[in-house]
């Protein structure tokens, strides 16, 4: 297999630190509307094709168009349509970050330029003068993509920036990969200048942000008709369930207020608990980078994550090996942020065990 993500703890794991989401978990509004559409026997039923419904409630929740949005089985579908269906000539990423793009562009034969992020002792940094070179000698028709804020470094691109890559990049297409954006107190998203720039495509996940790994729900943005009709095509009839579709069309149309002030509330906690963690790691001698995002990448100076992760797991705790990722090493582990008392008994694990 050439596939390598988290999320797959092994047995008897209690603290799973390997996959981040909103550590608040599920909101109740969402988990009764669930309920409900299975009381409804939604599941007996075909959703929507053209999702409609769906598409106008995440439009008056985003403040964004119905008409500009393709409706996505979570942010890792827009990835694969964009690659496989928009043919670009070229794969432009900014890496280390998130996704199956490069087994998947090596099946198309699509050629992958990477960026690596510039590195400093507690953080990553966007390489914009290298953007700028590639852009000013990138001929070809490209697909440029990156996660902001990004996974796994938890690095953040201002907007301003953002926009300077969209110019650099005007023929071709810029993909931004927003999954994590709703969890992040300081940042901004980019859809709402997606509508002034043709050539931008914001992917958004509702998964993270309302921890639904097991439904999965996301989105695509553009004011691009023709790349919009494209994507909208290639997508898989019904790529979305009907139970999802039922509990997010209902949660986000109408419960909109309630599930505003949960996401305000999760990213207050992420940011918090993030510091809480940032410093415990810290005092253990651990190199720790700077994070938007409700996860955290560390890097160990003595133990590599197989060692960590091994010595972890018999104390029931698993963490994100992240020594699979494009420019970084045996020594790095992804960690996500959970409550304080889960939080508390990863560090004191990492104590206990003695990982440095
Ligand atoms: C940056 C990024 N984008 C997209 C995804 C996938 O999101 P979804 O579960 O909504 O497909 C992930 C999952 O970890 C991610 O980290």
Redesign the pocket.
């Known amino acids: 297999m050439l596939r390598s993500?988290?999320?797959k703890p092994p047995e008897g794991v209690k603290y799973d630190f390997s996959?981040?989401l909103n550590p608040l978990g599920t909101p109740e509004v969402l988990v009764k509307l669930f309920e409900e559409a299975i009381r409804l026997k939604m599941y007996a039923r075909y959703p929507d094709y053209e999702y409609n419904e769906l598409r106008n409630a995440i439009a008056e929740f985003y403040d964004v168009k119905a008409e500009n949005i393709v409706i996505?089985?979570?942010?890792?579908?827009?990835?694969n349509l964009a690659l496989s269906c928009l043919k670009p000539e070229l794969l432009i990423v900014f890496e280390p970050?998130?996704?199956d793009h490069r087994q998947l562009a090596y099946e198309l034969r699509i050629p992958i330029i990477s960026i690596s992020y510039r590195e400093y002792e507690n953080r990553f940094e966007l390489d914009l003068e290298a953007v700028e070179n590639l852009a000013k000698h990138t001929k070809a028709r490209a697909l440029i993509l990156f996660?902001n804020p990004?996974?796994?470094t938890g690095v953040y691109i201002e907007l301003d920036a953002v926009k300077n890559v969209v110019k650099l990049f005007e023929k071709s297409i810029v993909i931004v990969?927003?999954?994590?954006v709703e969890l992040c107190e300081d940042c901004s998203t980019a859809l709402h200048i997606a509508n002034d720039y043709e050539n931008l495509l914001v992917?958004r996940?509702?998964?993270?942000t309302f921890a639904v790994?097991g439904l999965?729900?996301?989105f695509l943005y553009t004011n691009n008709e023709k790349v919009l009709n494209i994507l909208d095509a290639c997508r898989q009839p019904w790529n979305v369930n009907s139970i999802a579709t039922y509990a997010f069309s209902k949660a986000l149309m109408f419960r909109g207020s309630e599930l505003k002030k949960f996401i305000e509330s999760s990213k207050h906690i992420v940011a918090t608990e993030r510091n809480f963690m940032v410093k415990g790691f810290s005092e253990l001698g651990i190199r720790v980078y700077e994070s938007h995002a409700p996860y955290i990448l560390l890097m160990h100076r003595e133990c590599t994550a197989k060692e960590a992760i091994k010595a972890l797991t018999t104390l029931g705790i698993y963490v994100r090996d992240a020594s699979t990722f494009p420019y970084l090493t045996p020594y790095h582990v992804r960690v996500a942020v959970k409550l304080k008392e889960e939080n508390i008994h990863l560090i004191e694990a990492y104590k206990v065990i003695g990982i440095r």
């Open positions: 993500h988290g999320g996959v981040p996505l089985n979570g942010a890792a579908e827009g990835i970050t998130f996704g996660s990004n996974n796994p990969d927003e999954a994590f992917l996940s509702l998964t993270k790994p999965r729900l996301g």
